[in-house]
């Protein structure tokens, strides 16, 4: 039988504030056990939270930057679990009246087609803390510097039918959030989660299987295989006769085993209501114009105008528009350097090349993206060949020299553009090589490019490759006649 | 409306009340009573009313975002029953 997936997506972005959601503490990663969670992060007595104005904007931005509608009298309610991590006995969160209403976000699929996936709504809530189950002789460390964060989980309709769709649309959010500046989008420590609704059923079946929910996943990567191993999961055991039992799951990357956490009939009555320490929030019109305004280029407006204004491919220009550190990066690279294929090229290549050897993001490239400019230029102009272009980043990379005129002038790699100097190297090489000529000249038409790349590679090396590359090939075409 | 003993044991064990029998009987009485003044509230046409989410008729107030709340760990950990390396232990929890 032919099987369908569908899939919803429920994902957790981490708000870039400063503070907590409704406490004044830091929300910096990284810090000291219990050192950013302060009394009413603790759920101590007495405390009164208030709303961060800068989550509610950046919640807002986030419904501009999804097509939603945005819900001018907003509600806190209580969920109501116990868990040592929640020192309150409830999560503070949005149910009935969240801030973003029903939006929608377009995915460009691999066949070149655009599908678009509805988004029910956005809440705002606050994280949890962390629980630590190392051994301290039987009993569990809790670090509360993460309770109270503020998150805004996006919740999809059931509209992607496949991993590689939800990946998609889970890199499109990912561009959308660090474009917009309200995450930072560092998926290793947790800035975006995502919770996978996974259910199948036969193709053509109009009404939904049984689905269950793997929570959790931190990586596209691991999305995208925890999905499929869940997908193969339920068919076979559809197929072998048995049901599927709606449950939460767990999926483990390093492993990549999953396993059931708990199933529905065991699930928790949140016993949701309004939180009595908090008043609606309500969203004057004058604060929608004020963030409307504040609104930057979007990553798809970005792509577009990447294709039609610098002549990039389609390819080429949704790699460097998908995140905002990157798309801004290289935009600098093409105004200092004066070419967006070369810009295009070095950024996706070489670049991107080293940072991933050396465990580094764009973010904290020793080579800024003005220098890398400063050395494509030189490409460019024809002072330095694509080969030595490589050396001199190498040594921009290693802190040689602050610009790659610097580096150029120390190392002597100024590119032999004299034909003179370049004739005496081609003369050198084809006398030194009799016995090369000689076959070259007896070959095919058709053989003799293959067989020209010998003289070039032999004058390249007399020359150090500071040589011209199209000058030689040109010279040599000449004199081989 | 009647709230059976059943329901009330179930509740009380998602707020971690400890009730005995006779207690679980008793507000199993005095709640399913205050249900049925919640059934005559409900009985009030409130078409045209709009529903409310706090009693107050105030706005939440927002606030700027920036750090006043500085590390008062030492303080904050000096009720706590057990304390190591900065993080509060409690009773083993198993995923």
């Known amino acids: ?481 | 409306m009647v709230i059976d003993p059943t329901t009330i044991a179930s509740i009380a064990h998602l707020a971690r009340l400890s009730l005995s029998d006779d207690e679980v009987q008793l507000a199993s009485g005095k709640i399913s009573a205050i249900m049925g003044l919640i059934d005559e509230m409900q009985s009030v046409d409130t078409n045209g009313v709009e529903p409310l989410a706090h009693p107050l008729d105030a706005v939440q107030r927002l606030r700027s975002d920036e750090i006043t709340e500085i590390n008062q760990r030492e303080e904050l950990q000096a009720n706590a029953p057990a304390v190591e390396k900065g993080l509060f232990l409690v009773p083993r929890v198993i995923e």
């Not at chain 1, 280029?297 to 080429?316: C, H, T, W």
């Not at chain 1, 801004?328 to 004066?338: A, K, L, M």
Request: hydrophobic share 40%.
């Open chain 1, 1 to 481: 039988m032919e099987w369908e997936t569908v899939i919803g997506l429920e994902v957790h972005v981490q708000l870039a504030t400063k503070t907590k959601i409704f406490s004044a503490a830091s929300t910096a990663f990284g810090a000291e056990a219990n050192t950013q969670a302060c009394a009413i992060d603790l759920g101590l007595p007495g405390t009164l939270p208030v709303v961060n104005e800068e989550a509610i904007n950046m919640a807002i931005k986030l419904g501009f930057g999804i097509n939603a509608e945005i819900n001018k009298i907003n509600v806190f309610e209580r969920k109501n679990y116990f868990y040592p991590d929640l020192p309150k006995g409830y999560q503070t969160t949005q149910l009935a009246k969240p801030i973003v209403g029903a939006g929608h976000m377009d995915i460009a699929l691999e066949d070149g087609t655009v599908h678009t996936v509805r988004i029910h709504h956005a809440h705002l809530e606050e994280d949890a803390g962390k629980s630590l189950h190392e051994d301290f002789h039987g009993m569990t460390g809790i670090d509360l510097n993460r309770a109270g964060t503020p998150l805004i989980e996006v919740v999809t309709e059931p509209d992607m039918r496949s991993a590689k769709q939800a990946v998609a649309f889970a890199r499109k959010l990912h561009a959308i959030v660090t474009t917009l500046g309200i995450c930072d989008g560092e998926m290793s420590q947790g800035s975006m989660r995502f919770d996978v609704n996974v259910s199948v059923r036969p193709k053509g079946q109009t009404t939904l299987g049984t689905r269950t929910e793997t929570k959790n996943l931190n990586s596209f990567r691991f999305m995208e295989r925890a999905i499929n191993k869940e997908v193969q999961r339920q068919i076979e055991q559809i197929e072998d006769g048995f049901e599927i039992v709606q449950e939460t799951r767990l999926y483990n990357g390093d492993t990549d085993e999953a396993r059931s956490m708990r199933t529905k009939e065991e699930a928790n009555d949140y016993r949701y209501f309004p939180c009595p320490d908090l008043l609606p929030v309500i969203i004057e019109e004058s604060r929608l114009e004020k963030l409307r305004a504040e609104m930057p280029e979007m990553p798809e407006v970005r792509k577009a105008r990447f294709i039609n204004e610098l002549g990039l491919s389609d390819y080429d220009a949704e790699i460097l528009s998908a995140e905002a550190a990157t798309a801004n990066y290289f935009e600098t690279v093409v105004q200092s350097g004066g070419d967006a294929k070369l810009a295009a090229n070095w950024v996706m290549g070489e670049l991107a090349k080293t940072l991933n050897q050396n465990d580094l993001t764009i973010k904290n490239c020793p080579v800024s993206a003005q220098v890398l400019g400063g050395l494509i230029a030189r490409i460019k102009d024809n002072t330095l060949s694509g080969k030595i272009a490589k050396q001199v980043f190498e040594a921009l990379w290693q802190g040689e020299g602050a610009t790659a005129d610097e580096v150029i002038e120390k190392k002597g790699l100024k590119q032999v553009t004299d034909t003179g100097a370049i004739e005496a190297i081609v003369d050198e090489v084809l006398a030194a090589n009799p016995a090369q000529v000689e076959q070259y000249l007896a070959a095919d038409e058709a053989k003799r490019g293959k067989m020209v790349g010998f003289f070039v590679g032999q004058i390249m090396k007399a020359s150090k490759g500071k040589a011209n590359p199209g000058m030689v090939n040109q010279l040599l075409k000449q004199k081989l006649g």
